[in-house]
């Protein structure tokens, strides 16, 4: 079973003599980054915003269907003035602008052009979450994530047929649901207790930011479709072999696999780059096991298009001031406190973008390091359920609307509920093994117990 994991400095102070035995201070990894490398500096900072940029592939790749799927204008030929079924009396504009357009997927067809959308998300339930926790560590799942990104975006463009074209998009989809999760935790991995909210959210900014910049890449190749996709191939690749060598690896993940030595010069590294290391401090040891099973076994019984972008700019400064009043589990009540159509709609949207990103900041504060990015691929499994789900609630709301917003309702409120229930992570420590974590969680039980029983006896009297 994983130990605690501690590091242990020899710390000589002023005026003593050099053959005064050092002292000794035990010092978590929340500690170290607190006390000697700081809390949010500029190496921090330069390495949030590194990690953060790959949010913008992630955004692209999920929205490029919304101008490579793009419905061309068409026409019935017979003097009738609606489309039968029959493929012969329809006519499309010419051109290559759409995959819709290129392969003729109307009246008959039309079906066919929602599949790739809805098998990328199928895909996106494929995720890298065990990878980056057991094996290859937060840095280089985020690298193979965006390679894999980049060679898929690149080979789709090449589909000679919409069935190609739709495995690609499932692959497509399997390979970047790895870089919101990793870049996430990575981030969040690096700073101190009271900046993990900030930090989380910085991620979703990057992501709006790709929200936005995808019109400007798709106009110059609005002629085709394919092109399209070759330019947001080149980004994840040159970003791959560009920035990456640049970003550190998680601390907490090298020191809980027993990668000592490489832990402390990530620490030593940021703190450099932040003027907080002194010479007076020496690394001594740090220890940690790795027996994986029980922490594994403890933790499964545990258990629109460019109007919206705009929303998430505002609802990210709202966010951020709610998680300094609020913890993230009262915060991530917000959504369902909405009442009441358009504009309502709008604060609706920008209501449940803040949940969604602060569930994943929740979830990053309430897991353990060896199972963090696991936790995370798992919220992110159930949300891309829900994304490969919602179509079929906007096809049922075009026969009943208050039908599937009675569903919708219903989901969040009963969702809202349930939070209630949920521990409060705000300035809380980030644990390194679930081991660690129960055993605080039974400390403060029992610290607990005799001020309750005073507060009982002086009831009494």
Request: charged share 20%; hydrophobic share 45%.
């Amino acid at each position: 079973m994983a130990e605690l994991q501690e590091l242990v400095f020899h710390n000589n102070t002023e005026g003593e003599s050099s053959n005064a035995a050092p002292q000794k201070s035990e010092l978590t990894v929340d500690e170290i980054i607190e006390q000697h490398v700081g809390s949010f500096g500029f190496s921090q900072l330069l390495h949030v915003f590194l990690v953060s940029l790959a949010w913008m592939f992630d955004s692209q790749n999920t929205l490029v269907t919304i101008f490579s799927d793009a419905q061309p204008q068409w026409r019935c030929k017979g003097s009738s003035s609606s489309c039968s079924v029959h493929r012969s009396i329809c006519e499309l504009e010419k051109g290559k602008s759409s995959t819709i357009a290129e392969w003729g997927l109307i009246c008959d067809k039309k079906f066919r052009a929602g599949v790739p959308a809805s098998l990328f998300f199928v895909g996106s339930l494929l995720v890298h979450g065990r990878l980056a926790d057991k094996y290859l560590g937060r840095k280089k799942t985020v690298l193979l994530s965006c390679l894999l990104t980049a060679i898929t975006s690149f080979v789709t463009s090449f589909s000679p047929n919409i069935w190609v074209y739709t495995f690609l998009r499932f692959s497509n989809g399997f390979a970047r649901s790895g870089i919101g999760i990793c870049c996430l935790v990575l981030s969040t991995e690096t700073v101190g207790r009271k900046w993990r909210g900030q930090v989380g959210q910085y991620g979703f900014f990057f992501f709006t930011i790709g929200f936005l910049s995808l019109p400007l890449i798709a106009y110059p190749a609005r002629r085709s479709w394919r092109n399209l996709y070759k330019v947001i191939s080149i980004l994840p690749l040159a970003y791959s072999l560009l920035i990456i060598p640049f970003i550190s690896e998680s601390p907490r993940w090298l020191a809980i696999k027993g990668r000592t030595d490489e832990a402390m010069g990530v620490l030593t590294k940021l703190a450099k780059l932040n003027g907080k290391f002194t010479k007076k401090l020496v690394v001594g040891k740090m220890g940690a096991k790795k027996d994986r099973y029980d922490d594994d076994r403890r933790f499964r019984d545990r258990f629109q298009p460019e109007l919206q972008p705009l929303l998430h700019h505002p609802r990210g400064v709202l966010r951020q001031c709610v998680l300094k009043l609020h913890g993230p589990v009262m915060h991530s009540l917000h959504p369902f406190l909405e009442e009441g159509k358009l504009s309502v709609e709008a604060v609706g949207f920008m209501a449940a973008s803040m949940a969604f990103d602060v569930l994943y900041i929740y979830c990053v504060e309430l897991f353990a390091t060896n199972v963090r990015n696991f936790a995370v691929s798992m919220l992110r499994q159930a949300l891309m359920l829900g994304a490969a789900i919602a179509p079929l609630l906007v096809v049922l709301g075009r026969l009943n609307p208050k039908l599937s917003f009675l569903i919708f309702g219903v989901l969040a409120v009963i969702s809202g509920s349930i939070t209630f229930w949920l521990p409060e992570t705000k300035n809380a420590p980030l644990y390194d093994t679930l081991e660690q974590q129960e055993q605080q969680e039974k400390e403060e039980k029992l610290s607990s117990a005799p001020e309750r029983e005073m507060e009982l006896v002086g009831v009494a009297t």
